[in-house]
């Protein structure tokens, strides 16, 4: 069983301008393997702690506090000789994505490039393979059917992507003792959780396994934590729990 854990790039809300938006990394024997969402500034963090760009990210819905450093990564990438990053996207997600980016004749001035190429799309549907893990993929419920998609290790993690509570899925698939990295603000508002919420919807045999992020600002953090709950930071690694059971 391979050591794995996540790290904390950032842990913000798009309107959390002091903190960096909500992104993770998934490490495999101390190397980055794949780059959970990549708002705006995300590519910077991940650049001055791995010293490399990403060779593989999931995107999780198209919100721009979640994709907008894929232009940043596009434009890197069509100037250097590496690999095409791999860009692992819900297959729902790929007509936004594409109208977000590639709706346009040309994305360089220097031609040459084809968006969808230059960042190689690998469109998923339940889930996918990457380095020898096989991860999940299930809807969310963030504004509208189909928007928003969680991703998750059964027994080694579950990251909500941006949501309401999802118990139908949490009790269910989440049941391990995994950590969750769970969508949530001090107050809850019609496309995120609140901590309210969060109380109200999910058994508390499983509130020990919530860790919160997507908070508006460090106060808000602070209140979420005098809740009880486990608050990420940007900058925490959280080492994963071996497999229980195979599933
Ligand atoms: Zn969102």
Redesign the pocket.
């Known amino acids: 069983m391979s050591e794995l854990a996540i790290h904390v790039l950032g842990a913000g809300s798009?309107g959390a301008t002091e903190l960096l938006p909500s992104s993770f990394v998934l490490e495999q024997e101390r190397q980055p393997k794949l780059l959970i969402d990549c708002g705006p500034g995300v590519l910077g963090a991940y650049k001055a702690r791995y010293g490399q760009l990403p060779d593989a990210v999931y995107i999780s819905?198209p919100?721009m506090?979640?994709v907008a450093d894929l232009e940043k990564l596009f434009i890197a990438a069509c100037f250097n000789d590496k690999p095409a990053p791999k860009i692992y996207v819900p297959a729902p997600l790929v007509p936004r994505l594409t109208d977000m980016f590639d709706n346009h004749p040309a994305q360089l001035a220097e031609g040459g490039a084809n968006f969808w190429q230059v960042l190689q799309l690998v469109a998923v549907k339940s889930g996918f393979w990457l380095s020898g893990l096989n991860f999940r993929v299930t809807p969310a419920r963030?504004h509208q059917p189909d928007f928003?998609f969680s991703l998750s290790l059964p027994g080694r993690f579950f990251f909500t992507a941006?949501t309401r509570p999802i118990p139908e899925v949490l009790h269910h698939l989440a049941a391990q003792g995994e950590p969750i990295f769970h969508d949530a603000g001090l107050i809850a508002n019609p496309?995120h959780s609140g901590v309210e919420d969060l109380k109200r919807e999910y058994d508390a045999r499983i509130w020990h396994q919530l860790h919160l992020y997507h908070y508006t600002s460090e106060k808000d953090a602070a209140g979420m934590a005098a809740e009880g709950f486990k608050v990420v930071k940007a900058g925490e690694t959280f080492e994963l729990p071996v497999l229980a059971q195979p599933t």
Do not use: G, L
Request: charged share 20%; net charge negative.
């Open positions: 798009a819905h919100h506090d979640h963030h928003s941006d496309s």
